[in-house]
């Protein structure tokens, strides 16, 4: 508890000293601009590394070996997507949100309108698998096993993640998410090496004995190769679409995410948002490394048994490895220290992407729906932080709501859905501006409805919602749709949708076009892009 209650007061400490610093709306919205490509490489790491990172992915190769290992693969690749196509480019068009991007070729109003009501459902489904994560995080520390006692460590999580939004802005949220990398990669690292160290750094002892202790008892060596949770023979041929539906998510979700674009917008130049990009690939990049040896550790030191008596879901076995790697190393006051520190680091790492989240999707409603959509660009810089704050707390309390509600789940299984919906929704329409000249406001609109609305529909009629154990409602029956992730078919759906929104239409305007080009290639005029 004492080193839990000195990192929240360290954080709230950031938040009020941001608070005193965030004096307009670009201090509020990206920082004033004034963080260095290196900082905004770490926020990024902060930022990526959610509780489905060191959670969930920990949790879901301690339960389902090989194929748990591909979450950590998908999340990392999906980097190279966003470095290669949208960093450098949404750097040098848009000013505050991705509708900066999307809006200045098209009319305005209903692109606007879109974009941030993709902006907030993303948010939402990726809020709410922080929130499952935070439950199970701060059950296992407090010793509280009720769902009731969960929910209300839920509700306290997310009245913390709206003091940091409304207080510290992005000046804030970023310096909690840079602290927060730092402190994630050292527990990470450090309890890596003392698992390793207890293998004599042996990967194939460590890969047999959590085989043997986690496996199927009739074939332990299955735990090892593809086809434990995805593509098994109950499953059949829905299994292995599942897998591939799942890995398109992974791969294109991370370049439509809201809470990753707006980063790109608080450097202060185009090499800055490469230069951090590539910083929090190197980062990002050896945490996941990190992860195996984290999740096959807990399989092996901790056992698939005692993983699901703490959460069904898997979600607090790294925090688990910690306290065993630390009890067998140290004792138990050792293991009740490193637990503590792990859970601790964990908490950050909640509260840190919450943070990233909320000021994403509250921006999206003050900037892009209030002062541009109702308001018809009229609003002050003053009107739209009030308007920003008021909706984190909306959104701060939806997100407690559904996560309360989503108890049960895992929590890297909760954030592919959210990977989906953007790749369904945000990417078609961002990739369509940016490189397709003919591209129009119908066609954006279309793109971005289009995907969000098919993948929400499939998520509904998938056994996420109902029909299973591990289901939203289990005593509901109604998953028409047999694929846990609608990836494979919402996000060529939303790619169909842009291109048949933009043929349909007569719009056209090419100098918008060959402008927005030159300004995405050179950041000449970026600053004033907002307001046509």
Known sequence: MILFLTFVAATLGITFWASRQTKTAADYYAGGRSFSGVQNGLAIGGDYMSAASFLG????????????????????????????????????????????????????????????????????????????????????????????????????????????????????????????????????????????GKFGFNLSALLGQAATVSGPKANPGSFLIPGLKYGTEAQGLAGKIDLISLGLALVLGTAGLPHILIRFYTVPTAKDARKSVLWGIGIIGVFYLLTLVLGFGAAALVGKTAIVAGDKAGNTAAPMLAQQIGADIFGPVGGTILLALIGAVAFATILAVVAGLTLASSSSFSHDLYAHVFKRGQASERQEVVVARVSALVIGAVAIGLGILAQGQNVAFLVALAFAVAASGNLPAILYSLFWKRFNTAGAVSAIYGGLVSALLLVIFSPVVSGGETALFKTADFDLFPLSNPGIVSIPLGFLCGWLGTILSKEYNASKYAEIEVRSLTGVGAEKATEH
């Open 57 to 196: 992915i920990a949790g879901i190769i301690a339960l389902s070996g090989y194929d748990g290992f591909l979450y950590s693969i998908g999340f990392l690749v999906a980097w190279l997507v966003a470095l290669l196509l949208v960093a450098e480019l949404m750097r040098n068009s848009g000013k505050f949100t991705m509708a900066d991007v999307l809006a200045f070729r098209m009319s305005p109003r209903p692109v606007r309108t879109a974009a941030g009501v993709s902006t907030i459902v993303v948010s939402i489904f990726y809020l709410l698998a922080q929130m499952v994560g935070a439950g199970a995080l701060v059950g296992l520390l407090l010793g509280i096993t009720s769902d009731a006692g969960k929910a209300w460590t839920i509700v306290g999580v997310g009245a913390l993640m709206i003091v940091y939004v409304v207080f510290g802005g992005m000046k804030g949220t970023t310096w909690v998410q840079i602290v927060k990398a730092v402190l994630l990669m050292g527990g990470a690292a450090l309890v890596t090496l003392l698992v390793l």
